[in-house]
T-cell receptor, first 116, second 118 residues
Framework: GAGVSQSPSNKVTEKGKDVELRCDPISGHTALYWYRQSLGQGLEFLIYFQGNSAPDKSGLPSDRFSAERTGGSVSTLTIQRTQQEDSAVYLCASSSRTTGQGYGYTFGSGTRLTVV | AQTVTQSQPEMSVQEAETVTLSCTYD???????LFWYKQPPSRQMILVIR??????QNATENRFSVNFQKAAKSFSLKISDSQLGDAAMYFC???????????????FGTGTRLKVLA
């Protein structure tokens, strides 16, 4: 696609439920990142996918968080047994090997998750 | 570990005036990139300007320019002739290269909310 697409735009869920957030990167971009933006905080790195390499999961805050990227394209971030502290905007970004080198990411518009 | 600090949670500027947003960072690396991103209410993060650490010349993009002081580890953003459309959250970001995994990780500051007054 022309840009990074994220869905849903907004999600309200009850505490304890599982949620899935989707990211569709720019076609041809091999690198995909997930970040979490909590109120008053900067962007917190969650996970990184690069091509067929094993993902860098070092930023995932707990084992309730997982992500996968199928076919090297679309990615899904899953949060199990959601807690109120999971409420945040979840941003996805992608880059190619070339454009990622110092040219910054292309971000999606994020998913605002609210856990009630 | 690298850190990025934005000490101004909120700034205001009169339309057509100039404003400077501050950013400091800490790193032991000698080569890296620095970025300023703009996040309007739409939440879309937009790249405003970038600076390569090995370049002494300050980057400029139209009304946006940076004051990069490598020794002081300072990277401020100057917005000239401010416009109402400049109102947004501005994030300073540092890009590190993790050689072991080939990961390009970005470290973001906590942001500065810029208000533009008509």
């Amino acid at each position: 696609g022309a840009g990074v697409s994220q869905s849903p735009s907004n999600k309200v869920t009850e505490k304890g439920k599982d949620v899935e957030l989707r990211c569709d990167p720019i076609s041809g971009h091999t690198a995909l990142y997930w970040y979490r933006q909590s109120l008053g905080q900067g962007l917190e790195f969650l996970i990184y996918f690069q091509g067929n390499s094993a993902p860098d999961k070092s930023g995932l805050p707990s084992d309730r968080f997982s992500a996968e990227r199928t076919g090297g394209s679309v990615s899904t971030l899953t949060i199990q047994r959601t807690q109120q502290e999971d409420s945040a905007v979840y941003l996805c970004a992608s880059s190619s090997r070339t454009t990622g080198q110092g040219y910054g990411y292309t971000f999606g518009s994020g998913t605002r998750l609210t856990v009630v | 570990a690298q850190t990025v600090t934005q000490s101004q949670p909120e700034m205001s500027v009169q339309e057509a005036e100039t404003v400077t947003l501050s950013c400091t960072y800490d790193t032991s690396e000698s080569d890296y990139y620095l970025f300023w991103y703009k996040q309007p209410p739409s939440r879309q993060m937009i790249l405003v300007i970038r600076q390569e650490a090995y370049k002494q010349q300050n980057a400029t993009e139209n009304r946006f320019s940076v004051n990069f002081q490598k020794a002081a580890k300072s990277f401020s953003l100057k917005i000239s002739d401010s416009q109402l459309g400049d109102a947004a959250m501005y994030f300073c970001a540092y890009r590190t290269l993790e050689f072991t995994s080939g990961t390009y990780k970005y470290i973001f500051g906590t942001g500065t909310r810029l208000k533009v007054l008509a």
